[in-house]
């Protein structure tokens, strides 16, 4: 039997990635914080169905203990400050996590067990203001925000580990996922949300904004910049993308995305018109919610995974935001609503 250790096994990706690692007949390990793993979150359902390892990506001692433990064959370092647009009021921590505890992952592989094989969450952030699109695996870096910049400096680092050392870590450069599982701080699921409440006629939620407002107050919900265009996918199907890069020959880099653009309003257009509403009498722009510089368009060029691992997504946009929705009514249906 494979054995697999997950970093950041509690957010979306970990999760999606331990269910299909499991029905693949692996035996899953799981590296969190212990504070992360005692909350509720997104592999609470897999709780005993996994081995779970406690420490935190700041502390190499942890990170090598746990490969040390497990032996794994397989690593997946999907632990990260994952949000962009919070970076900057948290760089240093970002650069931490995102950029030296990936370093570290590296370093205790290559001490513990250098014939595991690594894939590493690189992002389509890293692309930042490219002028040239779409984006693939050449395409030059230009982060616009410290979390960008934290991996494009882990995504360099995979590179001189692998030819420094001949060590097995594949990078994926994963465009826009998202899924039902995303937390509330991403503008993906405030849509999700704010169409579930506009369906439930919930005018005032309870759930807070990053300025500390509610989602959604007098009906509307505030969002920033509508005009930023994604190139947004599944992440169940990115999860598969991961294992397909370990079951290759030798590693490399790929560009996991849709190839398919949509903005924001396409967003709004979709979610509301799950529950059959016009997305423009619930929606309104607030300039505070403007990132400082924001990423420009970004839209993958995936024709390297299409060929090499043979991936293809299999969610659409529409499908993907319809779950989200009908999630986020399930879940204030749940709670009472308000």
């Known amino acids: 039997m494979r054995k697999a250790l997950i970093t950041g096994i509690t957010g ?15 035996e899953v390990y799981g590296f969190a914080r212990h504070d992360s793993w005692m909350r509720s979150h997104n592999a609470s359902h897999l709780a005993d169905k996994i081995n779970i390892l406690f420490g935190d990506m700041s502390e190499g001692v942890d990170i090598a203990t746990a490969l040390q433990e497990t032996q794994p064959d397989e690593i997946y370092n999907l632990a990260s400050q994952s949000r962009p ?3 900057w009021a948290r760089a240093p921590e970002t650069l931490m996590i995102n950029g030296m505890g990936a370093i570290r992952l590296f370093e205790a592989v290559r001490h513990a067990c250098p014939k595991a094989r690594v894939y590493h969450a690189s992002s389509s952030e890293m692309f930042g ?11 030059p870096f230009h982060p616009a925000n410290p979390y960008a910049a934290a991996k494009v400096y882990a995504h360099q680092m995979v590179r001189i580990c692998r030819e420094s050392y001949g060590l097995f870590i594949s990078s994926g450069i994963l465009f826009n996922h998202e899924s039902e599982r995303r937390p509330l701080h991403f503008v ?16 005032n939620s309870r759930d807070l904004n ?5 989602i959604v107050s007098g009906g509307q919900l505030a969002l920033g910049n509508l005009e930023i265009a994604r190139d947004w996918g599944h992440a169940s199907d990115f999860v598969r993308a991961m294992w397909l890069m370990l079951q290759q020959d030798k590693p490399d880099d790929f560009v996991v995305g849709t190839g398919k653009l949509h903005t924001l309003r396409d967003l709004c257009q979709a979610a509301y018109g799950r529950v059959s509403l016009d997305w423009k009498d619930h929606v309104m722009s607030d300039r505070k919610l403007v990132r400082p510089l924001e990423t420009g368009q970004t839209l993958a060029d995936a024709s390297k995974a299409r060929k090499v691992l043979n991936w293809e997504p299999t969610i659409s946009f529409e499908e ?19």
Do not use: W
């Open 12 to 26: 979306q990706d970990g999760s999606f990635l331990a269910e299909l690692l499991l029905e693949k007949g692996y």
């Open 129 to 139: 203001g490219s002028c040239s699109g779409p984006q693939n695996e050449l395409t």
């Open 188 to 203: 993906t699921q405030k849509i999700a949300y704010g169409a579930a409440c506009a369906a439930l006629g919930i005018k």
């Open 85 to 87: 647009g919070e970076s």
């Open 210 to 214: 990053e300025l500390g407002h509610p």
């Open 320 to 338: 993907m935001v319809g779950k989200m929705v009908d999630s986020q009514i399930e879940r204030l249906e749940t709670r009472g609503g308000r």
